[in-house]
């Protein structure tokens, strides 16, 4: 998405972002929410979890803004992380 969003216009761009980071954004930030209830609250997991649910509004920033080019977002490594971290089922992958 960042290399073809990058040469489209902010109508365009925005529409990418809406149609193919909208749906990835909502899962991520449901499971945010489904782990924040089971997961341990000093374990190291809970603080990015944590994190994650405060910097929402800054992440959806991308949802409604199709001016800023330089905004990507790199769900695959994000997986990765939180896999390594916690090791629970995100986004329909088992680890």
């Known amino acids: 998405m960042a290399v073809r969003s990058t040469w489209c216009s902010p109508d365009e761009r925005l529409g990418i972002r809406q149609r193919e980071s909208a749906p990835l954004i909502e899962r ?4 945010v929410e489904a782990q924040r209830l089971v997961v341990p609250e000093h374990a190291p ?3 990015g979890l944590v ?6 509004e ?3 920033e991308l949802l ?5 080019a330089g905004i990507v ?3 695959s490594r994000s997986v ?3 896999e390594d971290l916690g090791g629970s089922d995100f986004l329909g992958f088992q680890s």
């Open 80 to 82: 990765v992380i939180l």
């Open 45 to 47: 997991l809970r603080e």
């Open 58 to 60: 800054a992440l959806c």
């Open 64 to 68: 409604s803004n199709g001016e800023q």
């Open 51 to 56: 994190y994650l649910h405060n910097q929402g």
């Open 28 to 31: 991520l930030f449901a499971w």
């Open 73 to 75: 977002l790199e769900m």
